[in-house]
């Protein structure tokens, strides 16, 4: 039987031209699904689950369209022999536009997963798994590599508004209790504040958001996932926790009790934090206090301010 003649498959990208001429700002491919291996400064390299969006312009206003295939291959390669760092993240761009010599200058890419870190409780250390959203993206513009970081970071905040009025009611009760005598049992009072009538009201609280962008300098090898974490959490004294026992919980109530804030509060204490951190060059905050009191949610935004950087 004779054997078949091969026939060149028709390739529609590069043998036709567009029906309708013009430039296009990005062209690409968004939701990739893929399995990274990430290399964070202070842990072990670790797989993680991706979600990929990757992107080059087209610039020449004839062309049909851009190859997606070789940006999907490209990263592919990352997945299967590579691990995600600053490194690896400038080369892929610049990947992306060799593989489009004459069609792009321009190079794009967003992973977004969940990193997950043992994180101790506060007292018993019991540890526990958390996962932290993370989103690490690269642009190639003009010859300037742009890579940013970003975290997000729940934490609990407890309304001063409310602590001054509950303290308020508590004073009240107090002196209905014990009247105006200039001395009273010591004993009875210790017992009586143990009591729901002694903590007559308490202040509302809620889970908390910090969301927070972060442009890497060019001092940065290893993505510092864990070093941007640990300084929003210990800027604002309380996170969330994972394993509890009774003591890790009332040591919880006692951080909230004593960092009181606002969303403007949180925000200048992120806002604070990150300006001491070198090895950012620049950064965006906002903080989202989901409310227990109202409907809506308290938001503050803030960022360092650099002129040509991030804008509110």
Known sequence: MPTATPTMMPDIANQTRAQTEGKLDWVGMSNIEMPLVVGAAQEPERPVSAHVDAFVNLTDPKAKGIHMSRLYLLLEDLSNNDVLSHQSLGKLLHDFIDSHDGLADQAYVKFSFDYHLRRKS?????????????????????????????????????????????????????????????????????????????????????????????????????????????????ALKTPVQAAVKREDEQEFARLNGQNLMFCEDAARRLQHALNLQSQFSDFWVRVNHYESLHAHDAVSITTKGVPGGYKA
């Open 122 to 234: 506060l007292i018993s250390k019991k540890q526990g798994w958390k996962a932290y959203p993370v989103t690490v993206t690269g642009r190639y513009d003009s010859g300037k590599l742009n890579l940013e970081l970003g975290v997000e970071v729940p934490y609990s905040s407890t309304c001063p508004c409310s602590a001054a009025l509950a303290r308020q009611l508590i004073q009240e009760a107090f002196a209905n209790q014990f009247g105006t005598d200039s001395e009273v049992d010591a004993e009875l009072v210790h017992r009586w504040l143990g009591t729901t009538q002694g903590i007559v009201a308490t202040p509302h609280s809620q889970r908390s958001i910090a969301q927070v962008k972060v442009i890497m300098g060019d001092n940065v090898s290893e993505l510092p996932i864990i070093a941007l974490i640990d300084a929003i959490e210990d």
